[in-house]
């Protein structure tokens, strides 16, 4: 059974950084794209960013251009979203997805941004 | 960037009932592979999203055949054929022919009169 579990959410004022993860099992994680997409309270989904297989490419909304980072471990099976500079704006339920289409996604992990 | 819109934003209806919603893309989502990626999500109040529908048509695995998916180029419609108590929630499209970057519509709310 595939499994992605996030942690790493909380708390933090507006300029700080934070470091999300996600755990991935019960799938072939080296051989799919990864990504996180994120949801403001009582918002819709937005994407937030995607990483190749082997981490060679990266993308991002404009949003988080430049303050954000997506990586990868592919030995430990696990996710990341480094997140610097965050703004009030970044608050949110970040999810981590597998697969191109998204096939399947993890419970989430809440960030809330204080100014 | 490909914008997704989706209609209506609330959709009431009576348990067995249909029920249908539109999306529509700013461009096609056809694919220079010939494929149409487009995808529907189901999100239930206070759960993750779990994807319903694949490439415009296809369900995934354990999803009823009450629902089902159409469409081409930049028109695409969800219809679930006779609505139960568990349909409820939000409905969103989304486009992932124009990757790396993936859009999603605005969602639809399905809640039982």
């Known amino acids: 059974e595939v499994q992605l579990v996030e942690s790493g959410g909380g708390l933090v004022q507006a300029g700080e950084s934070l470091r999300l993860s996600c755990a991935a099992s019960?799938?072939?994680?080296?051989?799919?794209?990864m990504s996180w997409v994120r949801q403001a309270p009582g918002k819709g989904l937005e994407w937030v960013a995607n990483?190749?297989?082997?981490?060679?490419?990266?993308s991002y909304v404009d949003s988080v251009e430049g303050r954000f980072t997506i990586s990868r471990d592919n030995a430990k099976t696990s996710l990341y979203l480094q997140m610097n500079s965050l703004r009030a704006e970044d608050t949110a339920v970040y999810y981590c997805a597998a697969y191109r289409n998204l096939g399947c996604w993890g419970r989430g992990t809440l960030v809330t941004v204080f100014s | 960037d490909v914008v997704m819109t989706q209609s209506p934003l609330s959709l009431p209806v009576t348990l067995g009932q249909p029920a249908s919603i539109s999306c529509r893309s700013s461009?096609?989502?056809?694919?220079?592979?010939?494929?149409?990626?487009l995808n529907w999500f189901h999100q239930r109040p206070g759960q993750s999203p779990r994807r319903l529908i694949y490439q415009v048509s296809n369900r995934d695995s354990g999803v009823p055949d009450r629902f089902s998916g159409s469409g081409s180029g930049t028109d695409f419609t969800l219809k679930i054929s006779r609505v139960e108590a568990e349909d409820v929630g939000v409905y969103y499209c989304m486009q992932a022919t124009h990757w790396p970057a993936l859009t999603f519509g605005g969602g639809t709310k399905v809640e039982i009169k």
């Open positions: 019960g799938f072939t994680f080296s051989k799919h794209w």
């Open positions: 990483i190749k297989e082997d981490g060679s490419a990266k």
């Open positions: 461009q096609s989502l056809v694919h220079s592979d010939g494929n149409t990626y």
